[in-house]
């Protein structure tokens, strides 16, 4: 009887982004190597080639897991029947919360986005950007339907309320000089993503 393959080859791909997930997390910048990555795994080196051909195509893999469950949970939150303003608070919230769960995503998806190669682009765009604005879309629309909103572009939220958020991060070194901030706590995250609901709400509701 063959042998039944192990858990360890079965599930090599999830240690290999778990272990890109880490070594990121401890870094400010968006440098690895796929040597690194599999060592951290205590996997072979052949197996980050083999599931995702090159860094940029495990970059991308780890950005599809990471920002996927953000999304998945933005996605749910648009269908539950709560008011738009509370729907808003968790979005923001929750973009927040991903952001300091994935220290570095913010920064992988900056990365991404300025790749020379087009289809890892289309690729972050169809599997995350795009939807993400639908999703907003259809948030705003609730709002506005309630008679709560008031109508805006589309855009302008998206730039407003993303740009805002992942600032908070992108910015978390300078912070420390120009405002003698210290480490991002869970405390300054809940303040900062109040702060940005009432400037949202405040842009968003009816006169």
Do not use: W
Request: contains cysteine; glycine residues 4%.
């Amino acid at each position: 009887m063959k042998p039944a393959s192990s858990p360890r080859r079965r599930d090599s791909a999830a240690q290999l982004l778990d272990a890109a997930s880490r070594i990121l997390a401890e870094r400010s910048v968006v440098e690895i190597t796929l040597s690194e990555v599999a060592a951290a795994a205590k996997l072979n080196s052949a197996l980050v080639k083999y599931h995702f051909r090159n860094k940029e195509g495990l970059l991308l893999a780890l950005a599809r897991r990471d920002a996927g469950q953000a999304l998945a949970q933005l996605q749910s939150l648009v269908a539950m029947q709560l008011p738009p303003e509370q729907k808003l608070r968790i979005h923001v919230l929750g973009i927040i919360n991903t952001y300091a769960r994935y220290p570095y995503l913010n920064r992988l998806l900056h990365e991404l986005l300025g790749s020379q190669d087009e289809e890892v682009v289309r690729q972050l765009n169809a599997f995350f950007v795009k939807p993400l604005a639908t999703a907003q879309g259809a948030l705003l629309r609730q709002g506005v339907e309630a008679g709560v909103f008031r109508e805006i572009a589309p855009m302008h939220f998206h730039l407003a309320v993303v740009g805002a958020c992942d600032q908070f991060f992108y910015s978390a070194k300078s912070l420390q000089y120009a405002f003698g901030a210290p480490e991002l706590s869970s405390g300054m995250r809940e303040d900062y993503a109040e702060f940005v609901v009432e400037m949202a709400l405040r842009a968003l509701r009816k006169e």
